[in-house]
């Protein structure tokens, strides 16, 4: 019965057959130009996507040495962002809750790549990068998440949330930021500006009731929003396939077509963002779902060592096949866009960033206790006073 | 929930409801008899315009008609709040009014023809989506635009607490002030209908209470709902209100046509009083008005309950409003003059507001009592269709609450 089932599904949708390429390494160099100032056309890999009633975007991509070797460096500069999280959590200078995005950076790198200042983003609780390439600095992220004045949300709001003018933060509660997207891309609409939406959420959060209703609306009203499943194959320690009756997210939003990515080679994230770019902001077809399949290498968050669901050999697999950074790294040296050396240098530069930012952030103070009580209401708004721990400690506005 | 949501919409309900009687239909909203002799509304134009706290936001429009008399009109609470609403969306382009079934007027009529009037584009229905009407009006909120947003019944906001509370009321602290979602307001329906059962008679406003952030307001009448929900509008915080659902109807007043707002956080004095303060908000009002009349003249049936020496207690009377931030201030001032505190509200005993008031009264005022402070309210159960008039405080309850304080 399954076996005949699986058939006729296979009969109807070839293309599923086949699962999708997420190796980082299968883009071809299709031509190459005298002068490298201007835009290489590379090939895409045909399985880099798959498509839910929607075309497939085009193969070719045009994107310049520029591009390539500055993707490179922002990747590698919030690898190395993430790694200096990882090792204050474990010093103990970072407390409580902390997600990391390490082995998902041509996610974010890919998005920022692909949009605009003027586009919104708003995302899940492993936003550290998105913070970063959306108008923040390394220094503000590891301040707030060291609870440092320094922070960009000042020490206030911690590792879920930080945001910038264009990047509506991350957020702890699982699904939450998916109808506030529809809501900012409602107000774009409304505005009549030609800019779109990214809401991310992730395999586990795609199972909540108002990511759905949040599809609904979006559909109803033809809003410019694109919803971004960042499929890490794990929602906190379960995966897809135990989570998920049906695991191919891009199908998820009924009426609305998908379109299922390559998240680890980041020339198909960028090509997938700037066809769902289009599409929203710029043909406004309405919303469009997009999935990454991408991995983390790290647990759900820091309490997690992300070794009891899954075997350490599947991370070590994919760490050493398909990650990301190293398969662009390939890339430039086949093409000879950059040497072996060069590349050493931005990964240098990348680290010495992270070390000076991690430094500057140590030395920021931590909130002044009269912050406690303030950004609650809006200034000259508040109740009389608010309760401290002793009579001379009641915070009067 | 679904099913009662149809029968009260459908249109056979209504014809069925005004075919059982011959004479004037009752209100859909039920009969709260005291309303319609309430001397605390303001039946005149002259007394509307010396509504204590109204403040006229037009003394700054070039266009505004200065010196000419100020025009009053006679309006319910759902005239009141559609012209709040009227004026919110002349006035900000960026106003939006959206909730189930509002283009069509809502349930309650309180959007009654608003679609036609600024268009389908800023007043639109949406789906059955509790969770997604909020978490969309706080996104649009967020791009610093004004979301009002209608939750169809309180009884229906559940699925939006973590919106609201964990969204709406953090978003500022959260971001060091870097994001705000002050132009979102959330209005909906509250307390006791007279048969709204389980789902449609619930007071959630204790729910959001420790959800600093947020602001509650509850108007009582419709001078108070209009200037109310023009201040919650524009109030730079995001403000649930909630609307009294039995009053849409009954309670009617001569309402100033101008835009003019209400202050958020402060109680209102309805009477002065010497003797024992009466505290409560939207629909109680009117029963702890009839309370004060059984006191004062008790009936046959409870006289004998009610000694002669407390029939000419002077009872304060106090009408809180904004339920968060409360006015403490205000009503533990009043308590230190009287000694003597009754709160009285629709919602549940446990963990209800009146819990949170009683507790800071008694911190603050603990020398001065001379009485326990004592909370008339719902009985801790659902609100049972069958039992509503029975779980719901009335006169009788507050006055025996009152003869209790006052003998303690």
Redesign the interface.
């Known amino acids: 019965m399954a076996s005949l089932a699986r058939l006729r599904v296979s009969r109807r949708l070839p293309q599923l057959a086949r699962g999708i390429q997420t190796s980082a390494d299968t883009t071809q160099l299709h031509s190459k130009p005298e002068d490298l100032s201007q835009p290489l056309t590379l090939r895409l890999n045909e399985d880099s996507f798959h498509t839910y009633n929607c075309d497939m975007p085009e193969l070719d991509v045009k994107v310049t040495k520029n591009q390539l070797l500055e993707m490179y460096k922002k990747m590698q500069t919030m690898r190395r962002m993430e790694m200096a999280a990882d090792a204050l959590y474990k010093s103990k200078l970072i407390r409580g809750f902390c997600h990391l995005a390490i082995g998902q950076e041509a996610v974010s790198v890919g998005l920022e790549e692909g949009i605009t200042r003027e586009d919104?983003v708003?995302t899940s609780y492993r936003c550290h990068p998105l913070a970063v390439l959306r108008g923040g600095t390394i220094k503000g992220v590891i301040s707030e998440l060291l609870g440092r004045q320094d922070?960009?949300?000042?020490?206030?709001?911690?590792s879920m949330?930080i945001?910038?003018?264009s990047f509506?933060?991350g957020?702890?509660?699982v699904g939450?930021q998916?109808?506030?997207?529809?809501?900012?891309?409602?107000?774009?609409k409304?505005l009549n500006q030609d800019t779109t939406t990214f809401a991310l959420y992730g395999d586990g959060a795609a199972n909540q009731?108002?990511v759905f209703?949040?599809f609904?609306?979006a559909k109803?009203w033809d809003l410019p929003v694109v919803f971004v499943c960042e499929n890490n194959k794990y929602g906190m320690g379960t995966s897809a396939e135990r989570s998920s009756s049906n695991t191919e997210y891009y199908t998820r939003g009924d009426k609305i077509p998908g379109l299922q990515v390559n998240g680890m080679d980041i020339v198909a994230t960028l090509q997938a963002v700037r066809y769902a770019r289009n599409w929203t902001a710029i043909e406004k077809k309405g919303p469009l779902l997009l999935e990454f399949v991408t991995y983390r290498y790290g647990g759900h968050s820091m309490s997690d060592p992300g070794t009891t669901y899954r075997t350490r050999e599947e991370v070590q697999r994919m760490r050493s096949t398909q990650d990301p950074i190293r398969g662009l790294q390939r890339y430039i040296e086949e093409w000879g866009l950059a040497s072996e050396q060069e590349l050493k240098q931005l990964d240098k530069e990348a680290k010495a960033a992270v070390d000076e930012a991690v430094e500057e952030a140590k030395k920021s103070p931590e909130p002044a206790t009269a912050d406690l009580w303030?950004?609650?209401?809006?200034k000259g708004?508040?109740?009389?006073f608010?309760r401290g721990r002793e009579r001379e400690e009641v915070h009067y506005y | 929930m679904l099913a009662s949501r149809r029968l009260a919409r459908s249109p056979i309900a209504s014809l069925l409801r005004r075919n059982s009687t011959a004479v004037e239909p009752p209100p859909a909203g039920g009969h709260l008899p005291s309303v319609a002799t309430s001397q605390y509304l303001r039946s005149t134009r002259e007394k509307a315009l010396r509504t204590p706290g109204l403040q006229w936001n037009d003394e700054d429009d070039p266009h505004a008609i200065i010196g000419v008399e100020r025009e009053t009109r006679k309006m319910n609470v759902y005239q009141a709040v559609r012209d709040a609403l009227s004026i919110a969306l002349t006035k900000d382009d960026n106003a939006v009014v959206f909730g189930e079934d509002i283009a069509f007027g809502g349930v309650f009529r309180c959007t009654m023809g608003l679609a036609e009037e600024f268009g389908r584009e800023r007043v639109f229905n949406t789906p059955l989506t509790e969770q997604g009407i909020a978490g969309f009006a706080i996104g649009m909120a967020s791009m610093g635009h004004t979301a009002i947003a209608e939750i169809q019944f309180a009884d229906y906001i559940f699925p939006a607490f973590d919106q609201l509370v964990n969204e709406a009321a953090k978003i500022r602290y959260r971001s060091g002030g870097a994001f705000n979602v002050g132009g979102l307001t959330i209005r909906t329906p509250t307390m006791s209908v007279g048969h709204g059962g389980l789902y449609h008679s619930q007071s959630p406003e204790g729910f959001f209470m420790g959800a600093s952030g947020l602001k509650i307001v509850i108007p009582r009448s419709p001078i108070q709902a209009k200037g109310l929900l023009l201040s919650s509008i524009r109030d730079p915080n995001p403000v649930i209100f909630m609307e009294p659902k039995i009053l849409y109807r009954s309670a009617v007043e001569q309402v100033p046509m101008d835009d003019y707002t209400l202050p958020l956080g402060r109680a209102e004095t309805l009477v002065p009083g010497a003797d024992l303060t009466l505290l409560t908000w939207g629909t109680p009002i009117y029963h702890c008005e009839t309370a004060l009349d059984m006191l004062a003249n008790p009936p046959a049936g409870i006289a004998q309950h009610v000694p002669e020496s407390l029939r000419k207690a002077k009872i304060e009377l106090i009408d809180l409003r904004s339920i968060l931030p409360w006015d403490a201030e205000t009503v533990a001032e009043s308590v230190k003059r009287t000694g003597r505190l009754v709160v009285v509200h629709e919602a549940g005993m446990t963990a209800g507001v009146g819990a949170e008031i009683a507790a800071e009264i008694q911190k603050r005022c603990f020398l001065r009592l001379a009485a326990p402070v004592k909370r008339v309210t719902g009985w801790d159960t659902p609100v049972a269709l069958q039992y509503e008039k029975f779980y719901i405080p009335d006169a009788v309850r507050i006055v025996d609450a009152m003869v209790e304080t006052l003998s303690y």
């Open positions: 919104r708003i922070g960009m949300s000042n020490g206030k709001g911690g949330h945001f910038t003018p509506f933060g957020n702890g509660i939450a998916v109808p506030l997207g529809a809501g900012v891309a409602f107000t774009q409304y009731g108002q209703e949040s609904n609306m109803l303030t950004d609650i209401y809006y708004t508040e109740p009389p608010m």
